[in-house]
């Protein structure tokens, strides 16, 4: 709650922040600020969760449930936007001219994303998922003049209302077909009872809007375009918090809804990992430029998390956060790095070794825990995922397409490494401060840290059950 | 705390390696370390088998039923020995050879040698996927980093093969540890599944798991990653990557896939050791055609490890006896080939046995000892390799797992043939005959190489006469393994 309430506020000082406030530095001072203190405000709720305290407290008809999972995913993602922000800060100013703005609209994405992790009625989903997008649309237009964000963000625009749409669809159909009449996430579900027509129609179009959502084939088609033709900062952002953030709305749909009904739906979304891991993949290694690498290998990451889905086990929820912050620290770091390169395809990182060694170094542990590749966060991450998927004894074969596709995905990955490591390059000036280069060492820790003992995050999770 | 020591002692080396500025004061630290992880191993054999210090059990992850488990038995103890002989050795046998950044070459090569250690060491599943991992990646940045011309495809393709098979064993390894009552990683644990598991599933658990050995070992058709690499690499990683680092896969037989799905391994066995046969003959048909030493070196490789992953699916004791003492002694033996096509090559600048000739009337300490070496290599009596050899073709012949032991035998003896065809005559062309103007100007080997050299070659005649103390050292293991694989619990 304090979460959904404080992330509204500080959008709307954001915005006036830019009228009283002639001072740039200042203005970021103040996003940085505002994001550190939603961060400990959302981990002041979760430790308090169990005694009942919190700041503000608005009787919601039981329409949002703050349970811990939700937080813990909230605790990820407002640490994911705190570490971005204080990468990619300066690189929002230089987007445009009103950089209060674009703060104001990241902290109004936050409030989706407190809003979808914890909805309890799919009318909440429905707004959080509008809130989460709607400011998207715009940030991804945000560079006025840069033909490729305009295209970029119409065609997100209407892509993104076209999908919302279906899921609007789908919640009506899901309302008829329900027994009691109702839009609460609990009701909805059909438990072992025979299957509607009605209900099955709009458990399709839910898994339509939120594959699209999560940019998961065959909906993923908005994604490298997007991802491309968006100022890098904001790629970052919407590649790591918002695509956590529609994930955790998925799984506890899932879990919560239609959990009973998994044999309804189970082969689907088999399906759908399988072809979201193979197209991410094989279409990544064919890239020239490395942000749209990037953006298909984000596609192909989707394909694992969509295996805790596939599950729905104690195991896979631990699992998804767990990859959700893993991935998130890495992609944010690499975009990080890249967002200073003046050249952004694999030649740009030539001879990176050379020049700049620590940019080089990070980019690699980055590049590692993407692939997967033990003592980064990245191994731990799909170990959960695989080891919720066998747990459900079935779907041996997706766990081996989906090992033969990360093999794929250290291809690309590596290509960077190689093109920093083992190739000559080209005298680059790269404005890369000393603070910058610490807070990459720290990302960098933060993932062999997670490598080492994963239960950290996890422990985390279940003590504070307790 | 030894198993531990065998892995911190090179890890730390390698971490500080990294800060040490100065070339040559970075290739004595890590020489120095080597010799002091080299110290502890042989500590390590005088303690008793039950010793406590040669186990050890610390908390991991405690989420997953994982523990940082290491132990050291007979097994493991002869290949850490190996591999604590081998670094040394090769730190000495290339200490010549300067590299650009050489500090980050020698940390990178201490890495390695930590994540060897740990793979031969662990003894909980997780830790040892972590270690098989781990080992990889060093070796993968010093391939390409400091390689030959085509090193970046070469080490790539070597990279994504063993990746592709180490994956395919996380599945396994997941679906065992799904498996176990108490969900555990644990070595012993997963030793009990073997009642538990149905036989058609071990039937498809065996190909996740022997992929990912046979590609590293490398198995027919799983090898084609091999000779590029050995060829690309630089010499002290060649040596690295065939003497140890192929062990990793019989290893991997020896300790988890066999004793874990005994019946998996009978069921795939013939057909396992028919891919086994194929690559011996094609591998010793291929060395026959080469011109380059460091693929002769590399094909020869194929046709010996072929032969130890065959007797391993013999299951029987003379064999697995063979395949034990003959790991070592392979190790041993090609590392020294592989230091000797570098002596020549460092030379003369050419590895191209048609460019050379005449050597010996050059540089004949040189080929005295290369002589004996080949000779071992071809398992001549009296030389390490033989002592290995024929209990390996003795178990085969003798084995009852397979209706097959007689053809396996008998071509596996014609590739023995083959192997002598193309190391004499290798000898043939490079050393004797006339001298050109290349090989004209040849000196003789210095004094370390002499040193190296002549250890390698007391230790194969050491072990060619005096095999007994080798053998009843992995006697109990050899016996453990076999209980499991042939279900005599």
């Keep these: 709650m304090n979460a959904i309430i404080f992330s509204a506020i500080w959008g ?17 001072l103040l996003a940085i600020t505002g994001a550190a203190l939603l961060l400990a405000l959302n981990i002041l709720e979760l430790y308090q969760a169990s005694q009942g305290v919190h700041f503000l407290s608005i009787d919601t008809k039981g329409m949002l449930a703050f349970e811990t999972f939700g937080m813990l995913a909230n605790t990820v993602a407002f640490a994911s936007t705190l570490l971005f922000l204080l990468f990619s800060a300066k690189d929002i100013e230089e987007v445009g001219p009103n950089s209060g703005d674009y703060f104001a609209l990241i902290f109004f994405v936050l409030c989706g994303v407190a809003l979808v992790t914890s909805y309890n009625n799919l009318l909440m989903l429905f707004i959080g998922i509008e809130v989460l997008s709607i400011p998207l649309y715009i940030l991804t237009g945000s ?40 839009f609460f996430i609990d009701d909805i579900g059909i438990g072992h009872g025979p299957v509607s027509p009605l209900f099955v129609v709009g458990l399709l179009l839910l898994i339509a809007a939120l594959s699209f959502k999560v940019s998961a084939a065959p909906f993923h088609f908005w994604t490298p375009d997007v991802y491309d033709g968006a100022p890098t900062p904001f790629t970052s952002f919407m590649a790591t918090v918002v695509k956590g953030a529609a994930f955790i709305a998925f799984i506890r749909l899932f879990a919560d809804s239609f959990g009973e009904a998994q044999a309804q739906w189970q082969l689907i979304i088999a399906i759908i990992a399988a072809a979201t891991l193979f197209i991410g993949n094989i279409t990544a290694v064919f890239q020239q430029s490395v942000k749209r690498m990037l953006a298909y290998s984000s596609i192909a990451q989707v394909g694992f998390m969509l295996l805790a889905i596939l599950s729905l086990k104690q195991i896979a929820q631990d699992g998804i956060i767990l990859y959700i912050a893993a991935y998130s620290l890495a992609t944010i770091g690499i975009f990080a790095v890249l967002g200073r390169l003046k050249d952004q395809t694999y030649e740009g990182f030539n001879g990176l070794a050379k020049q700049h060694p620590v940019l080089a170094f990070v980019s690699t542990i980055f590049l590692l825990s993407l692939a997967g590749i033990p003592l980064t966060a990245g191994f731990f991450a799909k170990y959960y995922m695989l080891t919720a998927l066998l747990q459900t004894g079935k779907f041996l074969w997706l766990a081996i397409f989906a090992v033969l596709c990360a093999a794929v995905s250290v291809y690309y990955y590596f290509r960077v490494i190689q093109a920093m490591y083992f190739k000559e390059g080209v005298e680059q000036e790269i404005d890369a401060s000393a603070g910058f280069k610490n807070l990459l060492i720290i990302d960098v820790i933060l993932i062999i840290l997670l490598g080492i003992f994963p239960q950290v995050l996890i422990n985390a999770l279940s003590i504070l059950y307790l | 705390m030894i198993p531990v020591l065998l892995i911190a002692i090179p890890l730390l080396s390698g971490l500080i390696g990294f800060a040490i500025k100065n070339s040559n004061s970075a290739k ?3 020489l120095f370390t080597a010799i002091i992880t080299l110290a502890v191993a042989v500590y390590g054999l005088t303690l008793d088998k039950k010793a406590p210090g040669l186990q ?30 081998s670094f040394p050795v090769i730190l000495i046998a290339t200490y010549n050879t300067s590299y650009k950044n050489a500090k980050n070459f020698y940390a990178l090569m201490m890495l390695s040698m930590a994540g060897i250690m740990g793979v031969f060491l662990a003894t909980d599943a997780l830790l040892f996927y972590f270690f098989w991992e781990l080992a990889l990646i060093p070796v993968y940045f010093l391939c390409s980093q400091w390689g030959g011309e085509k090193r970046i495809a070469a080490t790539f393709k070597f990279f994504i093969y063993t990746f592709i098979g180490s994956l395919l064993m996380l599945v396994g390894i997941i679906y065992l540890y799904l498996h176990t009552a108490n969900h555990s990683f644990a070595l012993k644990d997963f030793y009990g599944l073997h009642a538990t598991i149905a036989p058609k599933d071990q039937a498809w658990l065996f190909w996740l798991f022997f992929i990912a050995f046979a590609i590293k070992m490398p198995i027919f058709p799983f090898h084609t990653w091999q000779p590029d690499t050995y060829e690309q690499s630089p010499a002290a990683v060649t040596m690295v990557l065939s003497g140890i680092m192929v062990k990793m896969g019989l290893f991997g037989l020896l300790r988890w896939l066999g004793p874990i799905l005994p019946m998996g391994t009978w069921v795939w066995g013939d057909t396992a050791s028919g891919l086994c046969i194929i690559g011996m003959i094609y591998a010793s048909l291929v060395a026959m055609r080469q011109d380059d030493l460091k693929r002769l070196v590399a094909y020869s490789s194929i046709a010996h490890i072929g032969l130890m992953c065959l007797a391993i699916f013999a299951t029987t004791e003379i064999a697995l006896q063979g395949v034990m003492i003959q790991m070592f002694n392979h190790g041993i033996n090609i590392i020294a080939l592989w230091i000797v096509v570098d002596l020549i090559e460092r030379q003369m600048g050419t590895r191209k046995i048609s460019e050379l000739g005449g050597l010996a009337k050059k540089a004949p300490a040189l080929a005295i000892l290369l002589m004996i070496v080949a000779l071992a ?13 024929l209990l390996m073709f003795s178990g085969i012949y003798s084995s009852e797992a397979t209706k097959y032991n007689v053809v396996f035998t008998t071509t596996a003896a014609v590739c023995v043939i083959l192997s002598a065809i193309y190391m004499l005559n290798m000898i043939q062309k490079v050393f004797f005959g006339e001298t050109n103007a290349l090989t004209e100007k040849a000196m003789d080997i210095r004094w370390n190489e002499k040193i190296i050299l002549g250890v390698v070659v007391v230790l194969i005649f050491v072990i060619g006469v005096f095999p007994q103390p080798a053998l009843e050292f992995t006697k109990t293991t050899v016996e453990m393994i076999l209980t499991k694989m042939n279900f005599k619990n």
């Design chain 1, 12 to 28: 709307v000082v954001m915005m006036f922040s830019s009228a009283f406030l002639k001072n740039k530095n200042a203005i970021r």
């Design chain 1, 143 to 182: 560079s006025k003049r840069n033909l490729k964000g305009n295209e970029a963000a119409l065609k997100y625009f209407l892509m993104g209302s076209f999908s919302t749409g279906l899921m609007l669809l789908g919640i009506a159909f899901l309302y008829g077909a329900s027994p009691t009449g109702s």
């Design chain 2, 28 to 30: 004595n630290w890590s």
């Design chain 2, 56 to 85: 050890f059990d610390a908390e991991w992850i405690f989420a997953l039923g994982s523990r940082f488990s290491l132990a050291l038995d007979g097994l493991s103890q002869l290949l850490t020995l190996l591999t604590a002989i």
């Design chain 2, 377 to 389: 290599n071809i398992a001549l009596p009296l030389t390490n390799a033989f002592v290995g050899e």
